[in-house]
């Protein structure tokens, strides 16, 4: 029973360049979600997704996009690469928007 | 809007003593309330929730915490701490189902032996 897969665990990007986080679910469910977890500042959202092909923003969206084109996936990609988003990056899926959330366990991006 | 405090980014405790984890909140509607639990290298997973219904929350391992309107608080305790229980400890709140959660900043435990 996978639950929440991240890949890759760990990247290290040189400024400018661009990747994609890949987050897959096997529990079927809706809603799903990327946070980004930094020293001192909790847990914060970047984008997620009610349901396959919609996508939304959260609290901190700027320099990301994501895609849902599967029920099971949710993609982060970091089109240029800054410093300011070395962080450890969450998805999280749950079956319907009541807080209830499983996590996967985190990609570790550092940005030279 | 919803805010969480952490009150504390840093807890230690001796193994067999309380534990009490601080989490005051503001929401303009009834809140829903969340305690998150963080081990090392590793995803965050639920430890407790409230809803509605009874103030007084048990959770995994052992973990309780209650809901005090009058002082917007979600206190998180434990009777006897193990050396297991050194983690991170997120609280978080929403609006309700179908809202988005805020995370407070989260508060360090460490077990001493």
């Known amino acids: 029973n996978a639950g929440v897969t991240q890949t890759p665990k760990f990247r290290v990007l040189k400024t400018g360049q661009s990747m994609t986080l890949l987050c897959a679910q096997d529990?079927?469910?809706?809603?799903m979600y990327w946070y980004r977890q930094d020293p001192g500042m909790g847990l914060r959202l970047i984008h997620y997704s009610v349901g396959e092909g919609t996508t939304a923003k959260g609290e901190v969206p700027d320099g990301y996009n994501v895609s849902r084109l599967k029920k099971q996936n949710f993609l982060l990609g970091l089109e240029s690469a800054a410093p300011s988003q070395t962080s450890v990056y969450f998805c999280?899926?749950?079956?319907?928007?009541?807080?209830?959330?499983?996590f996967g366990e985190g990609s570790r991006l550092t940005v030279l | 809007a919803q805010s969480v405090t952490q009150l504390g980014s840093h807890v230690s405790v001796s193994e067999g003593a309380l534990v009490l984890l601080r989490c005051n909140y503001s929401s303009s509607v009834p809140p829903y309330l969340f305690w998150y639990v963080q081990y090392p290298n590793q995803g965050l997973q639920l430890l407790l929730k409230y809803t509605t219904g009874a103030t007084l929350v048990k959770g995994i391992n052992g973990f309780e915490a209650e809901f005090k309107k009058s002082e917007t608080s979600f206190h998180l305790t434990k009777p006897s701490a193990h050396m297991s229980d050194a983690a991170e400890y997120f609280c978080a709140v929403s609006r309700g189902s179908g809202s988005r959660l805020t995370f407070g900043e989260g508060t360090q435990l460490t077990v001493n032996p």
């Open positions: 529990m079927n469910h809706e809603y």
């Open positions: 999280a899926s749950s079956i319907r928007n009541t807080g209830e959330l499983f």
